[in-house]
């Protein structure tokens, strides 16, 4: 019987078979989805081979675009970029540039 190790040490984060931190639990819950969707479409009645083979299929694609992501952005590469999706593009000054150099002068009150 094969034995896994899922984690490694504690404060690292959890790693199975390559795939690291957010994209595990996207895996998971793609693949309880599509359970889901597959037993729902097989109680409605339709075919069961139709069934499978969008099952099977769906599952493929969620599969390779996980590693993919896995591969592509890394371990904090999708909070990375939620994070510059929140960020402004530009910021933006109304304030004309003589404003900001002229430099205010005290004035003496006797």
Not at 98 to 110: H, M, Q
Request: charged share 20%; proline share 1%.
């Amino acid at each position: 019987m094969n034995t896994y190790h899922i984690n490694k040490g504690i404060g690292r984060t959890v790693e199975f078979k390559g795939l690291k931190a957010q994209y595990l639990f996207i895996f998971a819950g793609g693949l309880l989805g599509i359970l889901v969707f597959v037993m729902i479409m097989y109680m409605a009645g339709i075919n069961t081979y139709l069934c499978l083979i969008l099952g099977g299929i769906s599952s493929g694609l969620l599969i390779w675009q996980t590693f993919a992501l896995n591969g592509k952005y890394g371990e904090y590469g999708l909070m990375k970029m939620e994070a510059r999706k929140k960020h402004p593009k530009y910021i933006i000054s109304r304030r004309s540039i003589y404003r900001y150099l002229k430099t205010k002068r005290k004035s003496a009150s006797i």
